[in-house]
């Protein structure tokens, strides 16, 4: 052990002797480690960031939203008068009676509208829905309870407010039971959700929800009290808008059923819809597939890099070592002529190549550690000077702004081992050169 | 009388393909113990290969050399390194020390292949620092060779030769990188060694420093050519 600390004492001090060059000798090994553990923990953070997002939706979800098609085809087509689109009822019937996979589905409706309590009122968005809303969307309740299956039959105006609703609205009262005031009808507060952290936007067509300002109420009342007409006052110009359903949100009995199904879903819906595409289906076991393809994207490039950095490094490191030699051959000589075999000549040059590719391995490992606040810095940068405004809303963009790298620790000792590796590769046929040397030979050496 | 070391009949020749170049021709001498050696002759006699011999740094093409009861000829490259690491101290004339370690460091060297690598504790420390002290550098013992003048570097080189108690000390023109002055420091050095028992083979062009030994070998043509006894060696008591 001893012996063994005071070898690389020694190789180190052969190595301080050109503090830059060796230096320089590593950087190739720094950026080959530290891209190894970066491009690890940038898919591992794809890849939780998917997983997070698929669970939040349901791995087992097919979601189909309406989406307000092109405004070329809508003006034209139909120049101040109403405008229609959207998923209709007919195709919820079609969907849930037509396609056995589907074990469930829940039909959502969303209207922004003011809500008021005696003088409070604020902006919510209201949501028709029916009972199954609260599992689907990871809700909890902290009073009352969710809509029913009866309270749709009997279209009763019962309404659960988010918290943030219950808190602006309610400062000082117990929620639970009062009327509130829902464009002209009156509701009665039966429960209050907890706070839920936002969701993130997942693909085009699904937008970050937060959950904080809604009131649900059931689907069948907001129907029949409101209408499918939304008409609404914007800067002035009036709009109005048909729409008979927002969102389905469609449970399949399994997962392998998933891609089939929302095949089949798509076929069904392009046949009802042939003129626009007014809707968007969203599979969120389709996010793991995308988030494993940026995975593998980043893995090419990162791996390439690292590659190439690695052989780069070691070559490097090989040429160093070989005018080592050459410079140090006297040396050699000498160590040689002291009782030096040609093992331990090959041990300390072996020696010297190993601290030096495992000193950049360490270095890389310590930058490699920092790649979640490197990330972020990248971010910062292209948020401020690569894609401002309008592209960063982007898909691409918003995946790229949530991914969160996670350092895969396993790939420490590993990224080590390689510089280490790199080290006796680069370092052997140097060392086995200088021990080959005729010690009187190179004595003369000048 | 003890021998150091003796050679017998030696020869060392190069095959160089066209030619046979006949360094040596058949050289037999005794080294007693305490002799002072000065190996001389006109350049291409053959004195640097006599020397390398002696030296364990090649073996020769017949003949026998004995060191320490042992015939170098039939050793292998790992064995000729523990001999010269055992038995053998060397001198060089360009003092060839480690130039990114510092006095101790370089009169620790032979320390490091010693057989079985055992560790340097204490004991072998200040044996180091005894040597850097008995050549006069007691306070230099940190300093690197380039903080050096040529006399201080060749002094530290000769406590590295005695670091591991070598039975023959074997020195390439000593002196020949240095002035007058620092010549005689030197060779004081190695008269002292010598009068406390340590045999001493010096390969020296220079007829005054010849004179201060115990005996002359003249080389010429890969052959002894003449051989003087200026005084008999006494060993070490
Ligand atoms: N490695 C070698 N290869 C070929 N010839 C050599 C080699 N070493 C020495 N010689 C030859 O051997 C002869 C003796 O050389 P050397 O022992 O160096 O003489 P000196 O040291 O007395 O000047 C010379 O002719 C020299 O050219
Ligand atoms: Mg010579």
């Known amino acids: ?446 | 009388m003890k021998l150091a070391a003796q050679v017998v009949d030696l020869t060392k020749f190069y095959d160089l393909g066209s030619v046979v170049v006949k360094a040596l021709k058949g050289v037999s001498t005794d080294f007693p113990e305490g002799d002072f050696v000065a190996i001389m002759g006109s350049s291409g006699s053959g004195k640097s290969t006599m020397l390398n011999l002696l030296g364990a740094l090649d073996r020769p093409t017949s003949g026998q050399y004995i060191l320490g009861g042992r015939d170098v000829s039939t050793l292998d490259d790992d064995e000729l390194s523990e001999m010269r690491n055992d038995m053998i101290g060397f001198i060089f004339q360009s003092f060839n020390l480690i130039s990114q370690y510092t006095v101790l460091e370089n009169i620790e060297v032979p320390l490091l292949y010693r057989a079985g690598y055992p560790a340097i504790g204490r004991v072998e420390r200040e044996w180091c620092m005894e040597l850097a002290r008995m050549v006069g550098l007691g306070d230099r013992m940190d300093h690197r060779p380039f903080q050096l003048s040529g006399g201080q570097q060749q002094r530290v080189s000769i406590a590295r030769a005695l670091v591991n108690d070598p039975q023959i000390i074997l020195a390439d023109e000593p002196t020949g990188n240095l002035d007058s002055a620092t010549e005689a420091e030197i060779m004081d050095i190695l008269h002292n060694l010598n009068s406390e028992g340590r045999t001493i083979i010096m390969v020296t062009h220079e007829p005054g420093i010849a004179k201060q030994t115990k005996r002359q070998i003249v080389m010429k043509d890969g052959l002894i050519e003449s051989e003087t006894i200026l005084q008999q060696a006494v060993p070490a008591s």
């Open chain 1, 1 to 446: 052990m001893s012996r063994i600390i005071r070898i690389v004492r020694l190789a180190l001090k052969s190595l301080m002797l050109h503090k830059l060059r060796s230096g320089l000798t590593m950087l190739g090994i720094v950026f080959g480690v530290f891209s190894v553990i970066a491009m690890l923990a940038i898919g591992e953070g794809a890849s939780a960031q998917a997983q997070k997002q698929v669970l939040e939706l349901g791995a087992t979800n097919v979601i189909v939203r309406s989406v307000k098609p092109p405004h070329e085809v809508t003006q034209s087509s139909t120049r101040s008068r109403v405008l229609q689109y959207g998923l209709l009822r007919s195709d919820y019937k079609i969907l849930t009676e037509t396609l056995p996979t589907i074990t469930s589905a829940a039909p959502i409706r969303e209207v922004d509208r003011e809500i008021r309590y005696l003088k409070e009122a604020m902006n919510a968005r209201v949501v028709g829905c029916t009972a199954d809303y609260l599992d689907m969307n990871h809700l909890t309740l902290s009073q009352g309870r969710f809509l029913t299956g009866s309270d749709q039959q009997k279209l009763l105006n019962v309404a659960v407010i988010a918290n943030e609703v219950a808190n602006s609205l309610f400062k000082f009262e117990d929620p639970l039971g009062k009327s509130i005031r829902i464009g002209a009808m009156f509701y009665t507060v039966v429960g209050v959700t907890k706070d839920r952290t936002a969701s993130a936007a997942i693909g085009g067509s699904l937008s970050g929800q937060d959950y904080n300002k809604d009131v649900y109420i059931p689907i069948k009342t907001l129907q029949a009290r409101e209408g499918d007409l939304d008409i609404k006052n914007q800067a002035g110009s009036m709009t109005a808008e048909h729409i008979e359903l927002n969102q389905i949100t469609l449970r399949v009995n399994n997962k392998d059923s998933v891609l089939p199904t929302a095949q089949a879903i798509r076929e069904t819906l392009d046949q009802s819809h042939p003129r626009t595409k007014d809707y968007a289906v969203v599979v969120p076991l389709e996010l793991l597939k995308q988030a494993e393809q940026i995975r593998m994207i980043f893995n090419v490039v990162l791996g390439s890099i690292a590659a190439i950095s690695l052989v780069v490094g070691g070559i490097g490191i090989m040429n160093i070592m070989l005018a080592t030699v050459t410079e140090r051959t006297r040396e050699i000589g000498v160590r040689r002529a002291l009782g030096a075999r040609q093992r331990d000549i090959i041990e300390q040059f072996l020696t010297e190549t190993i601290v030096l590719a495992g000193s950049g391995g360490m270095i890389g490992v310590i930058f490699g550690l920092l790649t979640p606040i490197t990330f972020l810095g990248i971010q910062w940068f292209v948020q401020n000077f690569v894609m401002e405004g309008s592209s960063a809303g982007s898909e691409v963009g918003r995946m790229f702004f949530d991914l969160q790298p996670q350092i895969a620790f396993w790939s420490l000792p590993v990224a080590f081992g390689i510089s280490v590796t790199i080290g006796i590769i680069s370092g052997i046929y140097p060392a086995i050169s200088a021990a080959r040397l005729d010690p009187i030979e190179a004595l003369r050496h000048e």
